[in-house]
């Protein structure tokens, strides 16, 4: 890989700067959180995103017109990958802590493989079960069984966990379906329309927000709104697209590799910014998590197709 990188490292800097994008993505979302009601801010993030990639859209559907019996899919695909996974991360984040959430989202991969191997009969070697028994070993230990055990618990931040699974569950499941919708249409058709959905489904429940405290909008202050900007043109969309150009030139399993950078990212930010801190069983966790994603993809020459965007 090395030798690829220092030929065409151009897609190996795409790909590490999606991830790096993602990576601060945790914490921005963190303090974003403290200015804007949850689903206000999910439907003007993907609300943004989606006016501007209508253009790119249309112009992919003047190439592949949307099908009427692909409508529902693509409807599941969204609510899935969008609302489901944008509705459990935010309420997550808010009672976890950034470092637990980008280290727990680690076990996306695994759980792709777990659940195609269910689901869809693919192959599956028995390295990679013994991989993903590590990673979700290691994602037990975090989400915080050795504080349940000897009484240490902590019920927020064990919530928060949890939902943070939850958004990563969420998230397989809709990756799942989406596999035969990428055959079908562009990665860039799929992604909008999910963003479209996400946006509509959003739009009730943000209003309801306003409803219920309309000076909300007047309480947001310039770091607020630096946050949205990020998560809207940083997160959703230029991450996506320098993930995608580096993935259509390098491959699914490299790029891939470089998703260790975001719980790195994370971790470092968190505790320059938010002050936050690690435990040895988050330690041990995370490793478990480390070899658990290498030996539970290691073998399988397509774990994890295209993501939409990361959170």
Known sequence: ????????????????????IWGGNFVVAKITLQEFPPSSLAFLRFGLAALFLIPFFLTETKKTRIHRRDLAPLVGIGVLMITLNISFFFAGI??????????LTLVIPMLSVLLSWILLKEKVYLINLLGIALGLSGALIIIGLPEIIFGQLDSEILMGNVLILLAA??????SILSRRMLKVYSSLSVTAFAFFIGAATFLLPAVSEYLKNPLWPSQVTILGIVGLIYMTMLS???????????LAKTSVDRANLFQYVEPAIAAILAILILGETVNKYF???????????YLGTLGKEVYHHHKLHRV
């Open 169 to 174: 569950t969420s998230w397989v499941v809709g």
């Open 236 to 246: 959703s969309i230029s991450g996506y697209f320098l993930f995608e150009w580096g």
């Open 94 to 103: 808010t009672k976890t802590t950034a470092i637990n959430a980008s280290t």
């Open 1 to 20: 890989m090395s030798s690829a990188i220092f030929k065409s490292p151009l897609p190996y800097l795409a790909l590490l700067l999606s991830h790096l």
């Open 283 to 293: 330690m041990t966790g995370a490793v478990l998590i480390a070899a658990g994603l």
